[in-house]
Nanobody, 123 residues
Framework: QVQLVESGGGLVQAGGSLRLSCAASGRTFSRYAMGWFRQAPGKEREFVAAISWSGGSTYYPDSVKGRFTISRDNAKNTVYLQMNSLKPEDTAVYYC????????????????WGQGTQVTVSS
């Protein structure tokens, strides 16, 4: 069982930056691939980023590539999402997810989910 708690969301102006954190419970965090997803009102959940258990591989959709960076610190049981050059269309609730298989998060789902953190980008 893995429990995930996101933090770091907030209100930022377009062009600004935020760093989200996702703290995981349990001693097996390093076994899990991690992902970030987002969901805006009235829209489907969207894949934002994923990282392998070692941190050696990362994945992004074109919509955030070059602006967002996912990273992890296995010693701190934490995964991060650095978001730069934010746009109003990045406004959403951001969720982190964990999965034993890298394939799972890269393809849009997870075994465990956090409760989400709101990111609002004003124009």
């Amino acid at each position: 069982q893995v429990q995930l708690v996101e933090s770091g969301g907030g209100l930022v102006q377009a062009g600004g930056s935020l760093r989200l954190s996702c703290a995981a419970s349990g001693r097996t965090f390093s076994r899990y691939a991690m992902g970030w997803f987002r969901q805006a009102p009235g829209k489907e959940r969207e894949f934002v980023a994923a990282i392998s258990w070692s941190g050696g591989s990362t994945y992004y959709p074109d919509s955030v590539k070059g602006r967002f960076t996912i990273s992890r610190d296995n010693a701190k049981n934490t995964v991060y999402l650095q978001m730069n050059s934010l746009k109003p269309e990045d406004t959403a609730v951001y969720y982190c997810a964990a999965a034993l298989l890298e394939f799972t998060v890269v393809h849009g789902t997870g075994d465990y989910w956090g409760q989400g953190t709101q990111v609002t980008v004003s124009s």
